[in-house]
Each structure stands twice: as structure tokens, then as C-alpha cells.
């Protein structure tokens, strides 16, 4: 039994699991590969794009979706999530958490006995990190360029870290200091980049980082928890703004990326996210098609047998 819970755990899979995504999305796989099983979706923060596409993907491969807020569960009442993955375990076949701290997932999969999916937590997001990829691949035909991720270092930019590496490609990103991603996430990327290949490099200028590159992505500027620090975020965030200047900077055909929502205005700008260089559209959709893939590899234990 494996779990997902950083995108260092698909390590070895994410080139077949990418396949079985494009797979996915082509139409060629219609069997209900999860027909007759039940995965429970636990969300301690809100959600569109993860939740809807682990409750359509997993009813479109035959599996019931079961949908539980923090205040469905005893979790709320202070249950340990030990005993909370226990019980589950004897219920359901798989558990995607979307939670607020890394910690707790990773005591969710220590004590669970059915795969459990990390849906996103305040270290990383690694189902996101797959579409991503996919997409890249879609757009750019491979992973030979350079991604730049402007902004904060969060858990989007952790996971990104950590798959470009993976897949040689190299990756760039602009934060202000103190903002940097994790560093025992930096240090993780950068041992598997000298395997690879590719090029990790922190920076704190947006313009030098973004300087030909092929993809450039930001995310939000005030993730969810850190709302005590809006005022702040905006004032250090705003040279950080993906607008059309900085796209001009990067390659003549980069493509613009952002995991969503977005607040338009602030770290990126509607002539931007709704320019012609944008495929966050493409990008959400790839959500469903990277989750089934996901959820295909843990609860059936197969991955290339399709």
C-alpha cells in the first residue's frame, strides 16, 4: 500500500503517471476501475478545484465519493486523527485529506490502512503539482525550459520545487526575502537536481528571474491562514505582480500559469490571466484528469496495467 502525501512519493511514477493522466484525458481508459469502492474526501479548508475534481473523477471511475468537513467528523470535537484513521480505514478504500497542517496528514497515513492522498496542506500540494506538469508537457511538448514561480514561496511553489527536479527541468523562483520556500524542501530539490540535471535557483528579482523563461506561474499573495498578515503581504508583494511588463521579459512564447483562485489586481492582472498566453483554464481542467491518475495508482495498485 502506498500513499501520497509529497510529491517525493510518486517519485519513480510521475512520467506514467503523467501518461495515465493524457490517458485519461483522451478518453482511451472507460473502465470503472473503481467500481464498488468509497473514498473519503476530508476538507479542513475550502476547496473548488480539489473538490470537485476528486468527487467527479472518482464517480466517473465507479468509486462514491463520501464528502467530510472538519465539522462532520468527531476530528471536530478533538477525536485524534489517530483513532479518526483508524475508524475510516474500516469504512472506505481510500482517504483524500485536505488539511491544514502537513504534520496531521502525515499521522493520518502512519495510522490509516487504506491509501490516503494529501489534497493540500501548508508544506504541499502535490495533486496540483501533476496537473501542472501535465500541462507544461501539453503546452511546451516536454520539460527542457525553465518554470519561474513569482511570489510566495508556499506549498505550490514546495511541490513545484520538487517535480521540476524530478523531471530535469529547471526551475527559478522570485520572493521576497523572508518568503523563500521551505528549505528542507529547497535542499530535497536541489539533491535530486544534481541526479537530473536541472537547475534550482532562489532569487529575490522578478525580472531576473523571469528572463526567458518558458513558463512563468504565480499564485495568491495571502494563502488561506495567513489572513493576519494581509496588510503586510500587500505592501511586500507588490513588485512581485505577474503583469503584462514581466511577461514581456520572459521568452517570446511563455506560457502564463497560476493553481488558482486568483485575485486579479494583485499578484497577477486580468490582461494577464486572461491573455492569450494563459492556459490556467487548461490547467484547472487537468485537476480531474491528474486525480484520477492519482486515484487509479493508490487504490488499485496498478498504474501502467490499464
Not at 195 to 211: C, F, K, M, N, Y
Amino acid at each position: 500500500m502506498k500513499h501520497l502525501l509529497s510529491v517525493c512519493d510518486m517519485k519513480d511514477q510521475v512520467m506514467d503517471l503523467l501518461d495515465l493522466a493524457d490517458s485519461y484525458k483522451a478518453g482511451k481508459i472507460r473502465e470503472k476501475v473503481l467500481e464498488d469502492m468509497t473514498l473519503a474526501m476530508i476538507f479542513e479548508k475550502s476547496s473548488t478545484r480539489t473538490r470537485v475534481s476528486f468527487e467527479v473523477g472518482a464517480s466517473q471511475m465507479g468509486a462514491q465519493p463520501l464528502y467530510l468537513s472538519a465539522s462532520d467528523l468527531q476530528l471536530g470535537r478533538g477525536e485524534p486523527i489517530a483513532d479518526t484513521a483508524r475508524t475510516l480505514s474500516r469504512y472506505v478504500d481510500g482517504i483524500m485529506i485536505r488539511a491544514i497542517r502537513h504534520t496531521d496528514v502525515i499521522e493520518l497515513a502512519e495510522n490509516a490502512s487504506v491509501p490516503v492522498i494529501n489534497g493540500l496542506t501548508d508544506l504541499e500540494h502535490p495533486c496540483q503539482a501533476l496537473a501542472d506538469m501535465q500541462t507544461v508537457r501539453e503546452k511546451k511538448g516536454g520539460f527542457d525550459g525553465t518554470l519561474v514561480f513569482v511570489g510566495d514561496g508556499n506549498n505550490v511553489c514546495n511541490s513545484l520545487l520538487i517535480i521540476t527536479s524530478i523531471l530535469g527541468m529547471d526551475m527559478r523562483v522570485a520572493c521576497p526575502e523572508g518568503y523563500e520556500p521551505d528549505p528542507g524542501i529547497v535542499a530535497k530539490a536541489k539533491k535530486i537536481a544534481e541526479e537530473t540535471g536541472s537547475q534550482i535557483r532562489i532569487l529575490h528579482d522578478p525580472e531576473e528571474a523571469v528572463r526567458g523563461a518558458d513558463v512563468v506561474y504565480t499564485d495568491v499573495w495571502v494563502s488561506m491562514g495567513y489572513e493576519d498578515e494581509a496588510e503586510n503581504r500587500m505592501k511586500v508583494f507588490r513588485p512581485y505582480q505577474v503583469n503584462s511588463g514581466l511577461m514581456d521579459i520572459a521568452g517570446d512564447d511563455a506560457i502564463f500559469m497560476h493553481c488558482l483562485p486568483a485575485i486579479r489586481g494583485q499578484e497577477t492582472t486580468s490582461e494577464v490571466i486572461d491573455g492569450p498566453r494563459s492556459v490556467v483554464w487548461d490547467q484547472a481542467e487537468n485537476r480531474l484528469h491528474a486525480q484520477k491518475a492519482i486515484m487509479h495508482w493508490l487504490l488499485t495498485g496498478k498504474i501502467q496495467d490499464w
